[in-house]
């Protein structure tokens, strides 16, 4: 059965105005659509927000598996069971509002759990190397002012798209597909407008 997996990382609830979740709820439509029966498997890090890294969870990543304590696999549990989640799914989902020009805290939390040595990525020779294989990925992102496209006044600021596509393809995956809503701070005439448009470049994308 195909696993679609889904990363929230919005504060905001879904019926309470995000509009990155809004875009992911789009996305998985029509993924479920080409396959009805994949199953999605949904980690929403504003429910159940992560605990950041420790120092234990640090060592663990660096000892040798024969070495490991006891106390040393509690630590890397977490990392462990989110790994294997990322890499069991067939489809990948994210959405993510800018916070500050970047990823929120939420997401950087489940990126530092993930991104781990000799398990998602090797270093070997002063060279660094994905470890997960390819597949989809599809990224939701919504920003609150107008202008973070490329090329427009805003782009510089922009520190959440480049930042997590640049750790997606350093883990080996390559086939992201980003979609994005801008000024979602802005009237409601003009949000409205702003989403409508933004879910028909979704469906656009499926319908290709």
Do not use: C
């Not at 989902?93 to 990525?121: C, G």
């Not at 409508?196 to 290709?208: H, M, P, R, T």
């Amino acid at each position: 059965m195909t696993r679609i997996l889904r990363i929230d990382s919005s504060a905001r609830p879904g019926n309470g105005g995000s509009r990155s979740r809004e875009l992911a709820d789009q996305i998985v439509k029509n993924l479920k659509a080409q396959e009805p029966d994949a199953e999605v498997v949904i980690r929403d890090l504003a429910i159940a927000p992560l605990p950041h890294i420790s120092n234990e969870t640090i060592a663990g990543f660096y000892t040798p598996p024969e070495q490991l304590t006891d106390d040393l696999r509690a630590a890397l549990s977490l990392s462990d069971e989110l790994i294997s989640e990322l890499k069991s799914a067939d489809t990948i989902v994210i959405s993510a509002p800018i916070y500050n020009f970047s990823v929120p805290s939420a997401l950087k939390a489940w990126v530092d759990h993930v991104v781990r040595i000799n398990q998602t990525f090797s270093y070997e020779d002063g060279q660094f190397g994905g470890l997960v294989a390819d597949r989809p990925v599809y990224v939701a992102y919504a920003y609150g002012a107008v202008g973070y496209a490329k090329g427009g006044p805003l782009e510089s600021y922009d520190f959440m798209r480049p930042y997590l596509t640049l750790l997606l393809n350093f883990i080996g995956l390559t086939s992201v597909t980003s979609f994005s809503v801008e000024g979602t701070t802005a009237d409601d005439a003009a949000v409205s407008a702003s989403a409508v448009e933004a879910l028909a470049q979704v469906d656009a994308q499926f319908a290709a």
